[in-house]
């Protein structure tokens, strides 16, 4: 491949994740334009828009403890946390303002307010959004922060608590971002990935095998689980799972179990842009099985 380097994206701490998803709220057709966005040690989020020439667009810290792992698709934002105090991964799921069916907290009668809150984020030489509710904010910026936060000189003077300091973070951030989701998953060993309709998180067991949970993008509800197996691979319309005995399963979820390459042709496309009630009837796994 050929091409040059249009932009160098930066955080100021090191970085834990970084993750992309292809802008297709508009139109699912829409090749051309990205989101970027990066997670970093000290729990800040930075997203960039190439549609703005990979300029940031908000930076915002989120309120994980210990950042593991970061992905974006385009229904929300999930940050995961490693919860070493339970053994196991918390998993926070966001809501942003460039999200379909994203409302604002009506906090502000300014319909400016959440693209002002976003500018200044990402202003040289200023904090991200929510940075000052962090616990390991300087004693100035805890004190700032109690003071906007409206509390009386009793409570300024005391220990704001995380409970305190999470509602305080979620206030300043809720025209830009809200959380509407959480989730904990016991398995530690544990990856994630993304397509444009479904989160998998797939987890490895101390007996060497591996299940797989299918979410649905939009409703964050569990649609598919795939117990334990030698190994277990989920692409958007196909999972695939391989047992010890030499078994591969086969599930399809294809519409009407159709090649790919028609997904492609005549009226096929069409059918994308129906309602789900006019689209053509979706397989509900159709199971094939093979020994190898």
């Not at 491949?1 to 057709?29: F, I, N, Y």
């Not at 379909?100 to 959440?114: I, R, W």
């Not at 309709?197 to 067991?205: D, E, G, I, K, T």
């Amino acid at each position: 491949l050929t091409g040059t380097q249009t932009a160098q994206l930066r955080t100021e701490s090191p970085l834990v994740q970084v993750d992309v998803a292809r802008v297709t709220w508009v139109s699912v057709m829409s090749l051309d334009h990205f989101m970027l966005c990066a997670l970093d040690s000290r729990s800040v989020i930075s997203l960039w828009d190439s549609k703005a020439n990979f300029a940031p667009v908000f930076r915002f810290y989120c309120g994980c403890e210990e950042p593991f792992d970061l992905v974006l698709t385009q229904d929300f934002l999930v940050v995961v946390n490693d919860n070493i105090a339970t053994n196991r991964l918390d998993l926070c799921f966001w809501k942003l303002w460039l999200h379909p069916k994203f409302e604002e907290l009506k906090t502000s009668s300014c319909p400016f307010e959440a693209e002002r809150l976003r500018e200044a984020s990402v202003r040289f030489g200023s904090l991200p959004a929510g940075a000052r509710f962090s616990p390991s904010a300087g004693p100035d910026a805890r004190a700032i922060s109690r003071t906007a936060a409206g509390l009386d000189l009793a409570a300024t003077q005391a220990q704001l608590s995380s409970e305190a300091l999470q509602r305080f973070l979620y206030k300043e951030l809720g025209p830009n971002a809200r959380p509407v989701k959480t989730l904990a998953i016991p398995d530690i060993d544990s990856y994630f990935a993304s397509y444009r309709n479904f989160l998998n998180v797939c987890s490895f067991h101390k007996s060497g095998q591996e299940s797989l949970c299918v979410y649905r993008s939009s409703s964050l509800q569990k649609k598919v689980f795939f117990p334990p197996a030698k190994h277990t691979k989920f692409e958007e319309w196909l999972a695939l799972q391989v047992h010890n005995d030499g078994t591969v399963v086969v599930h399809d979820f294809r519409p009407n179990q159709m090649a790919f390459d028609d997904l492609l042709r005549g009226s096929t496309i069409a059918d994308l842009h129906k309602s789900p009630r006019q689209r053509p009837p979706t397989a509900m796994g159709l199971r094939r099985a093979r020994r190898v």
